[in-house]
């Protein structure tokens, strides 16, 4: 099991620490708690051990907790050590190498991958010491966390507010995966739908809830690319680390990827395009008469454009309800792909909306059928897929 270490400095954000430690147990982490003795006058050690169950650390010399050198044990088993929230002073201090507590102290003698999630007021924040000292931690190569804007908890409004838990949680996840084998490489990934307008209030669309490309897009990252995810309009959040272009229409995703594309290592296109439009759109709303006829047209398909003079690996994605190999394969070939994912939607527990999947690889000769598994798992096995064919 891996082990985070959360450092905890003192601040009003502590509170959300407890669901970041909470959320990062649940999903399977063994994670050691250090605070500093601010720290402690917010939250207490025991609501943290509680939930570790582990000693919470507070001084170096605790001689209750540990016979043996701490610091130096937990910095070897830790595979990363976040600190949130990081107040300007431990800021300060890590920046310049000082070690004058548990914290701190453990910290400097970390070599694993470091992550600083800042929290103060934004005078604090904007003091050109402090942005100074965060320049200094990502020159040591650490990685900092920006906060976000928003009404402080001193009536202040402006940026000092700690990054919201999950984005927390998915720093944490890209930087504890350990296989970079996509370090320098730019991948793009499409998801989610597209929407046609019909007139200023109604569109067409489809169910496509973005999670598998979002999926794709975070574990391509994980593995250490540069990522671009092209987004339809879906209710998921931003992830951390990737550089997102959100589109609405079917013309708008073609135009983004047309942009793109040069240079990429690897194209994914994983959203569910429209393949019809209105070939109007009414300026004004539609009043409802006797009857209302669209006339619709085609929209490029942009996975087949795609797979004309490819400079990359592509592969796309097959929606069937019938047929679902015979369907796939012509497509593969049709569109000149590297990999074709294809599914059956009516299969329980498989694509629209699930966090599960159950899918087909076609690539080369070969057909692979996959079992069940989770969007997050699967969005793995396509990408090294990808790279091995
Ligand atoms: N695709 C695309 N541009 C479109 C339509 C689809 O790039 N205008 C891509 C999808 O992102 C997916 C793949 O083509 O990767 C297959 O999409 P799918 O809807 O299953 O197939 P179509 O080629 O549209 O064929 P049909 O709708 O007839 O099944």
Redesign the pocket.
């Known amino acids: 099991m891996e082990t985070i270490l959360v450092g905890v400095s003192g601040g009003i954000a502590v509170y959300k620490t407890v669901q970041l430690v909470s959320d990062l147990i649940k999903k399977g982490y063994d994670v050691e708690v250090i605070m500093t003795k601010n720290a402690t006058e917010f939250v207490a050690p025991l609501t943290f051990s509680s939930l570790t169950k582990h000693d919470t650390y507070v001084d170096t010399f605790n001689k209750n907790v540990h016979y043996d050198i701490s610091h130096i044990s937990l910095a070897k088993k830790a595979s990363l050590f976040i600190i949130a929230p990081a107040t300007a002073n431990v800021i300060a201090k890590v920046a310049n190498g000082l070690a004058d507590d548990m914290l701190t102290t453990t910290f400097l003698a970390c070599d694993c991958p470091k992550i600083i999630a800042p929290a103060m007021n934004t005078h604090m924040y904007e003091n050109k010491i402090t942005q100074d000292n965060i320049q200094k931690c990502k020159d040591y190569g650490m990685i900092v966390v920006e906060p976000q804007s928003g009404r402080l908890a001193c009536g202040d409004s402006g940026k000092g507010k700690l990054a919201d838990v999950e984005t927390l949680l998915d720093a944490i996840e890209c930087y504890s995966y350990t296989n970079k084998c996509l370090k320098g490489k730019r991948v793009l990934v ?1 998801a989610g739908p597209t929407r046609e307008d019909i007139d200023p209030v109604r569109y067409i669309t489809n169910h496509s809830s973005g999670k598998m490309g979002y999926s794709i897009a975070k574990a391509a990252r994980n593995m250490g690319a540069d990522v671009t995810l092209v987004s339809g309009p879906v209710s998921l959040r931003r992830p951390f680390g990737i550089k997102v272009i959100d589109v609405k229409s ?1 013309k708008e ?2 135009d983004a990827i047309s942009t793109q594309k040069d240079g990429q290592d690897y194209i994914i ?7 019809y439009r209105p070939t109007i759109v009414s300026d004004q709303k539609i009043k409802k008469g006797s009857g209302l006829k669209l006339e619709l047209e ?9 797979g004309e003079d490819k400079t990359y690996k592509l ?6 309800t019938q047929d679902l190999i015979a ?1 796939a394969q012509k ?1 593969f070939k049709e ?1 000149n792909l590297d990999l074709m994912v294809a599914n059956d939607i009516k299969v329980e527990g498989a694509g629209f909306g699930y966090d599960t999947n159950e899918v087909t690889l076609i690539y080369n000769d070969t057909i692979e059928n996959l079992k069940l598994m989770s969007k997050n798992e699967l969005a793995y096995k396509i990408m090294y897929k990808l790279m091995e064919v």
């Open positions: 499409s079917a995703m073609h296109m994983s959203a569910a395009v429209a393949d085609k929209t490029t398909d942009i996975l087949k454009e795609l592969c796309g994605f097959a929606m069937e369907n497509k569109k």
